[in-house]
């Protein structure tokens, strides 16, 4: 099935073209799929790709966990400007998440998924998991899963919500008023952490997983049992359990921000905060200096992740995914970024200088990254290195 390819890549990227269009004609994805990419080398914009039904170049997605790299990156600007600093106790900034055990547990330990609250007992009601300061309030009293620090877990819907509180809690200001100042506003990004109604008309809703037959029997082989460590993380304890597709298709999450999942946007926007990241071809000059960048890409964890079962390894620096040494080894060491529930990544790469954005409308098989993108980011290093 051949899909047309809108948009323009500079010469010698013509490869990275070629792996979007036979990404976008996978059969395996049926007929409407639909993704961007976009990709900035030393500062400029060298892929700016869109393709497949009802998808332009300015369409906005929910990006889910991609959002996570915009809580890094607010945090690392609080660290780099001496507000913070990542081997101090969380509980020194708020007193009350010291409770069972969890006083002695850094921020540093936090970021990189190693607190050991994943979830709550009885889970969130919809409502809760839409708002960051209830699922902080909760969490301070939750006795944690496993001896804090001592282990990796993906704190998937609540690490963002612990992040803001510590943000609060120093500043008296919320990471998404942090973001929208020093971030997304002044480097004009279509990556919204808080949607804004007027920009509302501008998304396109997520569209479930289509798994092939031979897909399916694996999923149903393997699911989380909803009181296991997966089950909690992914808040199928609740009394509604949490569907994917409808969380991101939440008006609340969108609007309010959540800070784990609730961002939206287009592969210009996510790669762009990436370039901003890096500071190449920016006017006001990177966010990020040398010295604090090379810190937050310093791992933290790597191993099996208690969220994901004994098969699954994670890989995280200072809150952001290390993502050359997790799915993408053609990357720099200190690469950072983050991968999105529906198939979402983006990324900075230090060493070569590139900003990547890619998002999906379809979840992708089997959840994450969608694996289309080790190809992409292949074809993407091979073009800026030649």
Do not use: C
């Not at 998304?203 to 798994?211: A, I, Q, Y």
């Not at 964890?301 to 699954?312: F, I, K, N, R």
């Amino acid at each position: 099935m051949e899909v047309e390819v809108e948009g323009t890549v500079a010469a010698g990227y013509e490869g990275v073209r070629e792996e979007f269009a036979a990404a976008l004609a996978d059969p395996d994805e049926g007929p409407d799929h639909s993704a961007q990419l976009a990709v900035y080398v030393r500062g400029e914009l060298v892929v700016d790709l869109w393709g497949g039904p009802g998808i332009g170049a300015d369409s906005l997605t929910p990006v889910y966990s991609v959002t996570k790299g915009a809580v890094y990156l607010v945090v690392a600007l609080l660290v780099q400007d001496g507000v913070l600093e990542l081997d101090r106790e969380v509980a020194s900034y708020w007193p009350e998440f010291g409770a069972h055990g969890k006083d002695r547990l850094t921020l540093r330990e936090l970021l990189a998924h190693r607190a050991g609250v994943v979830g709550a007992d009885t889970g969130f009601t919809a409502e809760e998991l839409a708002d960051d300061r209830a699922i902080a309030a909760r969490l301070a009293g939750q006795r944690p899963y496993w001896r804090p620090g001592t282990a990796v877990g993906y704190h998937a819907f609540v690490v963002g919500a612990l992040a803001d509180e510590v943000v609060r809690r120093v500043t008296g200001r919320s990471v998404r008023e942090i973001y929208e100042e020093r971030v997304r506003a002044p480097y004009g990004l279509d990556f919204f952490v808080g949607l804004p109604d007027a920009e509302a008309h501008r998304v396109l809703d997520t569209l479930p997983m289509t798994p092939t037959a031979a897909q399916q029997a694996e999923i149903d082989a393997d699911p989380f049992g909803a009181h296991s460590l997966g089950g909690i993380a992914f808040n199928l304890n609740a009394e509604k359990p949490t569907d994917l597709v409808e969380a991101g298709n939440s008006y609340a999450l969108r609007a309010n921000g959540q800070l784990s999942a609730g961002g939206v946007g287009s592969a210009r926007g996510i790669a762009g905060m990436y370039r901003a990241v890096l500071g190449d071809g920016v006017e006001r000059g990177a966010l990020l200096s040398a010295r604090t960048l090379a810190e937050f890409g310093q791992i933290q964890s790597d191993g099996v992740d208690l969220v994901g079962g004994p098969a699954s390894r994670s890989v995280f620096a200072v809150g952001f995914q290390a993502m050359s040494e997790d799915k993408y080894p053609v990357l720099g060491q200190g690469s950072i970024g983050h991968s999105g529930a529906a198939g979402a990544v983006a990324f900075a790469d230090p060493r070569q200088r590139i900003a990547y954005g890619y998002n999906r409308r379809r979840v992708a098989y089997p959840g994450g990254a969608g694996a289309e993108n080790v190809r992409l980011v292949r074809a993407v290093v091979r073009a800026a290195s030649a």
